[in-house]
């Protein structure tokens, strides 16, 4: 067991969860999380508090945000801003297919170093953009990197709002991409129209990934849609599946009305296990 604490550095973005160690923050507070260019200021949007996982592997809080911290961390806000506005009227300027997604500043860390900006952009194919730098270097007066992103990595970086109305899972809590087939839509039943299974990002969506294994298990040991089946209510033919339910619908042949039965009650397995001699193997005499 260990404690846990989670912060955000946008509001609605992305959470990390970190060992507060020796720390208490609370909802609200601004504390120091470690990154690979140094301590960056983040919100506690989650007061620490005891979790059974391990939490040996988590990073720990670097500390609690002071006024200097604070300040640092609005000149960087405004950096960013100063930095955005610039890019795009430059691009404009340059007549480029490209869109700005986000823009990310590090200030110098020792004397002399130099502040660093990289923009992170899309476009719908390369694009050349090495006068574009050189101008963006003039008027930032920094070193400037321009980085193009997939559509996933965009909508990742954006964040937005999903088809289910919550906030997009890559926003939020996935941490890499895994591959969606439609092969995964059609297993799930779902109409191959591309407004209907496509997330903000315009590709495939990724919770079609996280059902998929249930349907699977399901196919595997459900009776196929045609097949003939015995049901508490009667004898019967698949004529439909419910996965979220763990159901067949089973079309009557008594009167052709449909029921809808568990797969427990018309897999094979059971009905031969419910129907076996009780006197047989296995089976105890009464």
Not at 68 to 75: H, K
Request: glycine letters at 10%; one cysteine or more; charged letters at 30%.
């Amino acid at each position: 067991m260990g404690m846990l604490c989670a912060v955000s550095f946008n509001r609605y973005g992305r959470l990390y969860y970190l060992d507060p160690g020796e720390f208490s923050p609370k909802v609200g507070d601004r504390v120091l999380v470690p990154t690979d260019d140094g301590p960056e200021v983040a919100e506690c949007v989650w007061a620490a508090q005891w979790v059974a996982e391990e939490t040996d592997g988590f990073p720990k809080l670097a500390g609690l945000a002071d006024d200097d911290d604070l300040r640092r961390d609005e000149v960087l806000r405004r950096r960013k801003a100063e930095a955005k506005v610039a890019a795009k009227r430059l691009i404009r300027e340059h007549g480029l297919p490209m869109k700005v997604v986000a823009v990310d500043h590090v200030l110098a860390a020792t004397e002399g170093a130099g502040d660093r900006t990289t923009v992170y952009f899309t476009a719908p194919h390369r694009v050349d953009f090495r006068s574009l730098v050189r101008d963006l270097g003039a008027t930032l007066h920094c070193r400037v990197e321009l980085r193009q992103l997939s559509a996933r990595d965009s909508a990742r970086v954006q964040g937005g709002i999903g088809s289910c109305g919550r906030d997009l899972c890559c926003a939020t809590f996935l941490n890499d991409f895994e591959p969606v087939t439609i092969r995964m839509a059609k297993d799930q039943d779902l109409p191959l129209n591309p407004l209907r299974i496509s997330g903000a990002c315009g590709r495939l969506m990724c919770c079609l990934k996280y059902e998929h294994p249930l349907y699977a298990r399901f196919t595997e040991s459900a009776p196929a849609i045609g097949s003939r089946v015995s049901t508490p209510e009667g004898d019967g033919r698949v004529v439909g599946h419910s996965v979220p339910r763990d159901a067949v619908t089973v079309r009557l042949d008594a009167d052709g009305s449909r029921s809808m039965c568990s797969r427990a009650d018309v897999c094979g397995s059971r009905s031969a296990y419910e129907s076996r001699d009780p006197a047989g193997p296995g089976g105890a005499a009464r």
